[in-house]
């Protein structure tokens, strides 16, 4: 079983500028959730997605969006960057069915995409 | 924006040694994850846990959750290299499936 992706794995912008991150879930599984993580520490919560909905949203200004697609993959879109985003952004998906471990609540993280703003 | 507590931030060990981390919050937890992230990697779940007191193994992995499910532990026995890494909890709100992640503990663990 394929596991999430994300992609790029690497990405450098200048300060103002935009970016687009991607994350493809394990397939089935219909939600996705976004986390920023700063200098290895532990991770915000961003967004969550399912069924293409925003489902709920974390503590973060407008400038951070994104939406899912059709096929349930997802796109974090981050606008006018700032220094502070430079980060780890991480991508899970969660099925609604029990996972591997027998729980509801089983979230399966990508590698993420590093993100630098200078 | 809400975190959980997590404790030691750090620790390093020598090979063989046993060690316990925390992880604690002013609140009830519904249900509590661990999970260890390695570098250039994402968290890896380890553990669910979700009633008072109880307690999961995984191996030399110990984890309990608090009577009143406002701490959990995590347990390892004979530590080796490979558990080297960044150790999270996490709490899951039930109702909104929205995941509160801890502070971290970073483990280095040396041969």
């Known amino acids: 079983e394929a596991g999430v992706t994300q992609s790029p794995t690497h990405l450098i912008k200048t300060r103002g500028q935009h970016a687009t991150l991607r994350c493809s879930p394990i397939s089935g599984h219909t939600s996705v959730y976004w986390y920023q993580q700063a200098l290895g520490l532990g991770l915000q919560f961003l967004l969550w997605y399912d069924e293409g909905e925003e489902r709920n949203r974390g503590n973060f200004p407008p400038r951070f969006s994104g939406r899912q697609f059709p096929n349930y993959s997802s796109e974090l879109n981050v606008n006018a960057l700032e220094l502070e985003d430079s980060a780890l952004y991480l991508c899970a998906s969660r099925s609604w069915g029990r996972g591997r471990g027998g729980s509801s609540y089983e979230q399966y993280f990508g590698p993420g995409t590093r993100l630098t703003v200078t | 924006t809400q975190l959980l507590e997590q404790s030691p931030q750090f620790l390093s060990i020598q090979e063989g040694e046993n060690l316990t981390v925390y992880c604690n919050s002013s609140?009830?937890?519904?249900?509590l994850q661990w999970y260890r992230q390695e570098p250039g990697e994402g968290p890896v779940l380890l553990v669910t846990v979700v009633t008072g007191g109880e307690v999961k193994k995984l191996k030399r992995l110990t984890f309990q959750f608090g009577d009143a499910r406002k701490d959990s532990s995590l347990h390892i026995t004979a530590a080796q290299p490979g558990d080297t890494g960044l150790y999270l909890c996490a709490e899951i709100s039930s109702g909104t499936y929205k995941y509160i992640f801890g502070t971290g503990t970073r483990l280095k663990v040396l041969a």
């Open positions: 609140s009830v937890f519904s249900s």
